[in-house]
């Protein structure tokens, strides 16, 4: 488990206004927090080299590209051991209807989000690229009706300046 770090209260401005809006300008970040923008752009190079900071994202909307029917499939692996779990992860890696995967306690062995076209296409990846594997002796379907974003993610201990809300993600 890798350590925490200390961050102070403009650390912890900086990263809540970054995780709102990554394209935010030094310059404007610096008047936000109130310090000088040589001052934030050291802060925020010394949030990326400490691992604070893991990059940035570009969100694309399923949707728009032909993907609008997402679903999480719960996996049950047997018999759960390495040699073949390793292979299975990497292969639902690769699949580009993948957008997340989590290896998991419990019944079930991973959660996978997956964007597909329709039911039929859904279908198709179930039992082509799930059940057709001999490890998978279990997939369990369901639906994303609706989806929220929720942030931003801060330290157990931080001092909440603003509460956490889930806020619905708008278009583009």
């Known amino acids: 488990m890798t350590d925490s770090i200390a961050l102070d209260t403009v650390d912890l401005h900086i990263l809540r206004l970054l995780q709102n809006d990554a394209r935010t300008t030094y310059r ?14 050291d802060r925020v190079a010394r949030l990326r080299r400490t691992g604070v900071i893991l990059g ?23 018999p759960h051991r390495r040699e073949l ?28 989000h997956v964007a597909v076209a329709d039911t039929a296409d859904l279908q198709r990846l179930v039992l082509d690229e799930f059940t057709s594997r001999r490890e998978v002796a279990r997939v369990e379907t369901r639906l994303i009706f ?27």
């Open 85 to 112: 779990i390793g292979p299975f992860v990497e292969r639902i890696r690769t699949l580009p209807e993948s957008r997340a995967l989590f290896h998991l306690t419990g019944p079930d062995d991973y959660l996978v």
């Open 28 to 41: 404007d970040l610096a008047t936000e927090v109130g310090v000088a923008p040589s001052t934030c752009l």
């Open 146 to 172: 609706q989806q929220w974003e929720c942030g931003p993610l801060l330290p157990p201990s931080a001092p909440a300046a603003k509460p956490a809300t889930c806020q619905v993600p708008g278009p583009g």
């Open 56 to 78: 940035h994202q570009l969100r694309l909307d399923p949707a728009r590209l032909g993907r609008g029917l997402e679903a999480l499939l719960s996996v049950q692996v047997r």
